[in-house]
C-alpha cells in the first residue's frame, strides 16, 4: 500500500509577501482565535487550540522568505468524538508551505491515512485550508472562534 501524504494546493490571489505574511504573522486569522507563541523566525514556537482542550503546537524550522516556510509539530493532543486512540499522532509530522506567485501549495508530511485521526484532521485541514483562502482572496478568514 502506498502512503500519501496530505497535500493541498491554493490558487489566491494574493502576493507572495501576503501570503508569507499570513503564514507568519497572521496564523490567528485564518487558523484559530486561540493562538499563542511565534512564527517569524526559525525556532520560533506557536500553539493552536480548538475547545480548550486540543492543540497543536508547532516549531518553525524553515524560513524563506516570500517563497517557503516549514513547521514541525511538537506536541499534538486530539480529543474528539472519533475512534482515535494515539490523540499525540502528529508529533514528528512536517508542514511544507511553497509559495509562488498567486499559488500555495501545503504538504503535510506523515499526515497519513494510517492515522486514525486522517479523516477528521484532513477534514480539518481542507476547512482552515478554505478560510485561508478566503483571506488571501481580499475577504477574511473564518478562524476558530475561541
Request: glycine residues 8%; contains cysteine; hydrophobic residues 40%.
Amino acid at each position: 500500500m502506498t502512503t500519501t501524504d496530505y497535500k493541498s494546493s491554493l490558487a489566491v490571489q494574493a502576493t507572495p509577501e501576503v501570503i508569507y505574511s499570513a503564514l507568519t504573522t497572521g496564523i490567528a486569522a485564518w487558523w484559530s482565535e486561540d493562538y499563542s507563541g511565534a512564527a517569524a523566525k526559525v525556532n520560533d514556537e506557536f500553539t493552536v487550540k480548538f475547545q480548550g482542550k486540543n492543540l497543536i503546537h508547532m516549531r518553525v524550522t524553515e524560513l524563506v522568505p516570500n517563497k517557503k516556510v516549514t513547521w514541525t509539530c511538537v506536541n499534538f493532543f486530539i480529543d474528539v468524538d472519533a475512534p482515535i486512540h494515539d490523540k499525540s499522532e502528529w508529533i514528528g509530522t512536517k508542514v511544507y508551505w511553497e509559495i509562488g506567485p498567486s499559488k500555495l501549495d501545503m504538504l503535510h508530511e506523515g499526515l497519513t491515512q494510517e492515522f486514525e485521526c486522517y479523516s477528521f484532521c484532513s477534514a480539518g485541514w481542507d476547512q482552515f485550508l478554505g478560510s485561508l483562502k478566503d483571506l488571501l482572496n481580499g475577504g477574511s478568514g473564518s478562524p476558530y472562534k475561541a
